[in-house]
């Protein structure tokens, strides 16, 4: 849960929380261990070896970007062949199984019931996040932002900008302070970061250093809207 302060009064205090951006493997749903599973399955098939670490070491990372890793160690493999036998692999779990993280989907009725908008920034392709997606309330997310929509994923700020552009469609001066990201990992982390949105670190599989921009939750459990508009008063102290 988030850490209960109370900052310092701000000309920002007032300043309404207008949506949340949410990423979604290891913040929305506990997939990770998917991806781990299969990287290492598909380099074992080809008689490579594929540690623990180095699936951790990708976390968070454009899909491309862990195909390409998966070459260098002598993958054989086309990065498009790499990423559709990745892909199947994990979306077979996830329509067997989809492992919500912990307070996710009670926030996201709450954000819902309040009228607050809701997208998924996340770099997994849109069959897969349809597939976690589908099995939400219609109109939970207004949109999705996924790994095959950009030039540039995670960490480049392109996914959040691209975010921001589509809400602005609808309120051209939204300030991007007043968006809130929810991110797991590192390169999930400097992506929203970087774009200017108010972010959060939920650490899950890797943990996330310090950064005097970013606020640090232990979980999603219990938690509310009213610790999300919370979270924006807190930015303004780290300002």
């Known amino acids: 849960m988030p850490p209960r302060l109370e900052p310092m009064a701000s000309p920002t205090d007032d300043l309404p929380l207008r949506a949340v951006l949410w990423d979604m493997d290891g913040t929305l749903v506990d997939t ?29 990372q454009a899909l491309p970007t862990v195909a390409a890793a998966m070459r260098s160690r002598g993958l054989d493999l086309p990065i498009r062949t790499i990423l559709d036998t990745v892909i199947e692999d994990v979306l077979a779990s996830v329509r067997a199984r989809i492992p919500w993280r912990p307070g996710a989907r009670e926030l996201l009725q709450q954000l819902r019931n309040a009228g607050v908008s809701c997208a998924l920034v996340t770099m997994s392709e849109a069959v897969l996040a349809r597939a976690v997606t589908d099995q939400l309330p219609e109109g939970t997310f207004d949109f999705l ?9 995670k960490p480049h700020p392109e996914p959040y900008e691209r975010a921001l552009a589509r809400l602005r469609r609808t309120e051209p001066e939204l300030p991007a302070a007043a968006v809130i990201a929810l991110e797991d990992s590192v390169p999930g982390v400097e992506s929203a970061r970087s774009s200017g949105v108010t972010t959060i670190a939920v650490p899950h599989i890797v943990p996330v250093p310090q950064h005097p921009d970013v606020q640090q939750w232990e979980s999603l459990a219990g938690t509310t809207v009213a610790d999300l508009q919370q979270a924006l008063r807190t930015r303004a102290t780290l300002s």
């Open 32 to 60: 990770e261990p998917y991806w781990i599973a299969a990287e290492r399955a598909l380099m074992a098939g080809h008689g490579l070896r594929w540690t623990l670490a180095d699936s951790q070491s990708m976390v968070g």
């Open 145 to 153: 932002v996924t790994g095959d929509m950009v030039t540039h994923g």
